[in-house]
């Protein structure tokens, strides 16, 4: 099966720094990645859709100049939570759409997730 | 865009106990997913089920999708401490996918 890969899978950092979350489709190639955000006892928000060479297309309510999206290949899509507060400690995972061969559907694969804490 | 209500919103059952959640969506579903999370981990796909009427069964869970494509559950027979997590319905929105809420389910030895 089509596998997903977030990196890293744990950050720590202090208030006001960036942090960089990769994520990487291993054995495919994706042209539409996602960004969810997981706060706690809740589900899965997405955040923004990223396709492979145009800008993110953001949620509403989602600040585009505080996570910045780059989508430079079809197998990489990273998320840089720029001046990082508290508030934005949360489980952050992507995902990457890809139609393989022998499916009848444009399948969707999910990242293990990144957990970030923001001191 | 499309909603999903899921119900309940936790479950807590005795081991070896039938039990059903609900997923129900503001609109036609043409592709629903059912997967299992542990909050901090990442899903684990269970099934999709997307003609109407369809059901699949995977162990002891069966998940089926109503005839008017606006509803799907998902049963679990005979439950184990093993099924306890987070069950979250996802739906295909315009080529991204939509969460419910999604289930906390316990069960007890």
């Known amino acids: 099966g089509a596998v997903v890969s977030q990196h890293p899978s744990w950050v720590i950092c202090k208030s006001g720094t960036s942090v960089k979350i990769e994520c990487r489709s291993l054995d495919f190639q994706a042209t539409t990645m996602f960004w969810y955000r997981q706060f706690p006892k809740q589900s899965l928000m997405l955040m923004a859709t990223?396709?492979?060479?145009?800008?993110?297309?953001?949620e509403q309510g989602v600040e585009k100049d505080k996570f910045l999206i780059n989508h430079a290949s079809l197998t990489l899509s990273t998320l840089t939570v720029t001046s990082a507060h508290p508030e934005d400690s949360s489980f952050y995972i992507c995902?990457?759409?890809?139609?393989?061969?022998?499916?009848?559907?444009?399948?969707?694969?999910f990242g293990p997730g990144t957990r970030l804490t923001v001191l | 865009s499309q909603e999903l209500e899921q119900s309940p919103q936790s479950l807590i059952v005795q081991e070896g106990k039938n039990l059903t959640i609900n997923c129900t969506s503001s609109?036609?579903?043409?592709?629903l997913y059912w997967y299992k999370q542990k909050y901090g981990e990442g899903l684990i796909f269970l099934m999709m089920?997307?003609?109407?009427?369809e059901e699949k069964s995977h162990e002891k869970i069966t998940a089926k999708l109503d005839e008017k494509k606006q509803q799907s559950s998902l049963h679990i027979t005979a439950s184990q401490p093993s099924h306890a997590g987070i069950y979250l319905c996802g739906a295909d929105n315009n080529n991204d996918m939509r969460f419910g809420a999604g289930t906390r389910l316990t069960v007890k030895p």
């Open positions: 609109k036609t579903l043409y592709g």
């Open positions: 995902s990457a759409r890809a139609y393989l061969a022998g499916s009848s559907y444009n399948e969707q694969f």
């Open positions: 990223s396709n492979e060479g145009s800008k993110a297309t953001y």
């Open positions: 089920l997307q003609k109407g009427g």
